[in-house]
């Protein structure tokens, strides 16, 4: 098998376990408060991330960005980004809001290739600046026409496309960012646990071990696809992971859908019609700059 197949299938694995295993796994931790699941996610992120980083022998780029400050600065700005589009995304699982949360991420890279232009400068050929005028109107149309305000998909999509802009113009490799990010969100979370505790309502205990072992998975849950993308991009070129990346959010919608039941009325569709759409000519432009 050829290295650009390898990386296909890799790009498509990672996307498919974002958008379909991720989900199943985080509806059925959804029964936990969300704020909790989202600290086990940034907490066995950081322990499964250490021990990767050790065993790959890369430690010494974890000391080498931890002497730029302004490098650190800007990973604690997109350690609280990642931590707000984590935790929306879960919250939207556990009030059956899947649908709209995949609609934060089929306009995510869209809209940070505006982002890209706003702050870096980066240059929007006529397709690009389509795809982000026919995204611009659908959000205008579902802020008007739907019955609820869609801030679910909105915190998704602005909080995430954010982030990607932050770490695009860090140049950081995925894993080292992730680990420094999530390193900064330790006191966070170590108040949210004591909160928890407090209030009797945390469910992570060695009174119920089997429980506290599937919350654990929360780290690989979120570092396995993200090594399957990464490795996809580098190996098949990251126009094309990036094409693939799409599998994610459509998982995401078919499964909010059909299996969890999820309300679909007709404002909304016309609303994803139009994000679609935008995604299309999205996609045909990166197949042709590709």
Known sequence: MS????GIISSFLGSFWWGVIGVLYFKYVSFVNPIEVVSHRVLWTIFFLFFVIIIKGRFNLVITISKNK???????????LIFL?????????????????????YIFPILSIFFGSVFLGEKLNFKKKVS???IITSIIYMIFFLENFPWIGL??????????V????????????LFLESIFLIPIIIII?????LSNEIMFSLNNIELSMILILAGPMTVIPLFLFVKGSELSGLGNASMIFFVAPTGQFLLGL??????FKLNKLIGFILIWFAVLIYLRDLYENN
């Not at 915190?155 to 990607?164: E, G, N, P, R, T």
């Open 3 to 6: 290295e650009f197949n390898k």
């Open 70 to 80: 302004s490098k650190l600065f800007l990973l604690f700005l997109s350690g609280l």
């Open 85 to 105: 589009n984590w935790a929306t995304w879960i919250y939207a699982i556990s009030i059956n809001k899947l649908v709209e949360a995949s609609f934060g991420y």
């Open 132 to 134: 982000i005028s026919i």
């Open 155 to 164: 915190v998704v999509a602005f909080s995430f496309s954010l982030y990607a």
């Open 166 to 177: 932050i770490r695009k113009y860090l140049m950081v490799e995925t894993d080292i960012g």
């Open 193 to 197: 646990f004591y909160e928890l505790n």
């Open 258 to 263: 059909f299996l969890y039941n999820e309300v």
